[in-house]
């Protein structure tokens, strides 16, 4: 079962340029999650969205962008990206919103900006 | 503002004693408390999780029990095993269908053989 897949991997990105990191998954959840993770801290909520068509912004949505036109992906756009989103990225979906409902992750892009 | 922390960066012990990593909240209006575990390199994967209305789940060797007055909640492993060294974070859900999981820092676990 593949659950929720993340590209790339790892990605090393010059200050000032795009990427779009991919996130997939195939368990037909209606919720998807971007998170964020830097080193010693907890992740942080980027974007959300509830379906397909709908996104919403969380704690820290500064450059970036989402989109979501099939159940199934969620990217995630940096258009001009900055050192200080070096970061490891985390895509996350679940079933429904109830709140015991457990999010299941992706492996994480590894993102670095020099 | 933190509202849910982990004070404990990291944990030690030894195989087949108990661990117990500990997570605060500040926020009353959680409904529900999750615990994560995250291998290096991997996504976080979910353990257990606990009701806001009852204080005590368990799930073979995890056990998470919650201390609403006290704002407090615990992830006891027991018997600790050398695969279970990993990150733990506890995350928290707010009432009202809101879809924003608040995660602690996380606890470095390592079991030593």
């Known amino acids: 079962n593949a659950g929720v897949t993340q590209t790339p991997k790892f990605r090393i990105l010059k200050i000032g340029q795009s990427m779009t990191l991919q996130c997939t998954q195939d368990m037909n959840h209606n919720y998807m999650y971007w998170y964020r993770q830097d080193p010693g801290m907890g992740l942080k909520l980027i974007y959300y969205?509830?379906?397909?068509?709908?996104?919403d912004k969380g704690e820290v949505p500064n450059g970036y962008n989402v989109s979501r036109s099939t159940t199934e992906d969620f990217p995630l756009r940096l258009e001009l990206a900055a050192p200080s989103q070096t970061s490891v990225y985390f895509c996350?979906?679940?079933?429904?919103?109830?709140?015991?409902?457990?999010?299941?992750f992706g492996d994480g892009t590894r993102l670095s900006i020099l | 503002d933190q509202q849910v922390k982990q004070n404990s960066p990291s944990l030690s012990v030894q195989e087949g004693r108990i661990s117990i990593l500990n997570c605060d909240y500040t926020n009353s209006m959680f409904d529900y408390f999750l615990w994560y575990k995250k291998y290096p390199a991997e996504g976080p994967t979910f353990l257990i999780s606990?009701?806001?209305?009852?204080d005590k789940n368990e799930d073979g060797r995890f056990t998470v029990f919650l201390n609403k007055s006290a704002k407090h909640l615990s992830l006891h492993i027991v018997p600790s095993q050398p695969g279970d060294s990993a990150v733990y974070f506890c995350a928290a859900n707010p009432q009202g269908g809101s879809e924003k999981l608040v995660f602690g820092k996380g606890t470095k676990l390592t079991v030593n053989p």
């Open positions: 606990i009701s806001s209305i009852k």
């Open positions: 996350a979906s679940r079933t429904t919103d109830r709140g015991g409902q457990p999010q299941h």
């Open positions: 969205s509830v379906g397909a068509g709908i996104t």
